[in-house]
């Protein structure tokens, strides 16, 4: 017999002891372990098989939003709101005020219909305004305000500010294309 081949079959017969779970010979303690090492491994693949996925694939499935289209004085006017009639939206939370990298806030569409908020405005006390792009909320629907720059997805939206915006006891205001305030949120 070849002596590589003997050394190469001791060294996947040992491997096999030391991998297999004998049922016989082996205690449960080493049995835990194995579970628990089949669970890290487990784990850790998912986890990178979802980032790489997350890297890759995410940003190519999310449509661009268009901008808002600019008002002229020949284009149609935008329908006038009613300050009496109330729409079910929301400011969620503002989180990272005062730093730029995390500030955002989440506006949410607490109703059961669609809202379109091409036009609305979010602002500050300091009088910092962003315009909303044309994009449509569906019902429950939310979109994340992020005060650096980016590029807008449909859940994703980027003020394009170098500075922060936001100071805790600050009020942020959203505001209707009419101007009437139909939320308002006090930054924490």
Same mark, same amino acid.
């Given at each position: ?75 149609? %006017?935008?329908? !006038? $709101? ?6 079910? &939206?929301?400011? *969620? /939370? ?38 909303? %792009?044309?994009? !449509? $909320? ?6 994340? &305000?992020?005060? *650096? /720059? ?39």
């Amino acid at each position: 017999m070849n002596p590589a081949s003997s050394t190469t079959q001791d060294f996947f017969i040992s491997l096999a002891e030391f991998l297999c779970y004998d049922s016989i010979t082996m205690d449960r303690r080493r049995l835990i372990q194995y579970l628990l090492l089949n669970a890290f491994i487990s784990a850790c693949v998912t986890g990178a098989i979802l980032f790489w996925y997350d890297r890759n694939y995410r940003q190519a499935a999310l449509s661009p939003v268009q901008p808002a289209p600019v008002s002229s004085s020949d284009s149609t %006017p935008q329908p !006038t $709101l009613s300050p009496n009639v109330d729409i079910p &939206v929301e400011i *969620v /939370s503002i989180v990272g005020a005062g730093t730029l990298t995390a500030e955002s806030v989440v506006v949410r569409n607490a109703g059961s219909e669609p809202l379109n908020l091409a036009g609305w405005q979010l602002q500050d006390s300091d009088k910092n305004i962003f315009v909303f %792009p044309n994009l !449509t $909320l569906n019902n429950s629907g939310a979109v994340q &305000v992020h005060t *650096v /720059s980016g590029t807008n997805t449909v859940i994703d939206l980027y003020w394009g500010e170098t500075e922060p915006v936001w100071q805790s006891g600050e009020e942020a205001a959203l505001l209707d294309p009419s101007g009437n305030v139909r939320a308002v949120y006090q930054v924490p």
